[in-house]
């Protein structure tokens, strides 16, 4: 029911930003970013409900920033000082009735972000 696109990665050096977007078709009561890096678990990045509520992992408070546009059809997620560390998939997720930290219903198909030394 719920379909997430994912737009935005890319290649790009240690220091620089990028910014992804996550075209949400559908309700969802939450929404954000995991990221998986190879050989590694899958994390949460960052994840924001409806109502503005957010929540980020660690690693990224101070340098991610997770927003969504007026309708709260898109989201995305503003990767600023990036660092080698932060290459990685990342997908787009959303929770139908739950925050996307805790429950998770969709994904999106991934993006890669890759970030050089």
């Known amino acids: 029911q719920v379909q997430l696109v994912e737009s935005g990665g890319g290649l790009v050096q240690a220091g620089g930003s990028l910014r992804l977007s996550c075209a949400a078709s559908?309700?969802?009561?939450?929404i954000g970013w995991y990221r998986q890096a190879p050989g590694k678990q899958r994390e949460l990045v960052a994840g924001v409900t409806n109502g503005g509520l957010t929540n980020y992992a660690d690693s990224v408070k101070g340098r991610f920033t997770i927003s969504r546009d007026n309708a709260k059809t898109t989201i995305y997620l503003q990767m600023n000082s990036l660092k080698p560390e932060d290459t990685a998939v990342y997908y787009c997720a959303a929770s139908r009735t739950h925050y996307v930290w805790r429950d998770i219903d969709f994904w999106g198909q991934g993006t890669q972000v890759t970030v050089s030394s």
């Open positions: 559908g309700r969802t009561f939450s």
